[in-house]
């Protein structure tokens, strides 16, 4: 079992920026990719970008630019930057880990973008 363990959602302004964090814990050993996704309301849970162990990244094209995934892998971690942020960017962001080919999500932090 994979424990994730978001921080670093919060409010901020169009234009502006924030860093999402999620360290992972307990059976970390295989996990294979790490990456964000986010859920606005009264939509599906979409991927936003995700990273493999082996450094590959893939983006949504709504954020290709403006958002930056990374991973550390010596602290389990994996971390979101997100520039020149819009209003439509507004929803709740969950980590997801892939171990096995099986899902573990995190308990979600909510982002919003508004003046």
């Known amino acids: 079992q994979v424990q994730l363990v978001e921080s670093g959602g919060g409010l901020v302004q169009p234009g502006g920026s924030l860093r999402l964090s999620c360290a992972a814990s307990?059976?970390?050993?295989?996990?294979?990719?790490m990456g964000w996704y986010r859920q606005a309301p009264g939509k599906q849970r979409d991927m936003v970008a995700r990273?493999?162990?082996?450094?590959?990244?893939n983006y949504a094209d709504s954020v290709k630019g403006r958002f930056t995934v990374s991973r550390n892998n010596a602290k389990n971690t994996v971390y979101l930057q997100m520039n020149s942020l819009k209003p439509e960017d507004t929803a709740v962001y969950y980590c997801?880990?892939?171990?096995?080919?099986?899902?573990?999500w995190g308990q979600g932090t909510q982002v919003t973008v508004s003046s």
């Open positions: 997801n880990a892939v171990r096995w080919q099986r899902d573990s």
């Open positions: 307990g059976s970390i050993f295989g996990i294979s990719a």
């Open positions: 990273v493999t162990s082996g450094g590959s990244t």
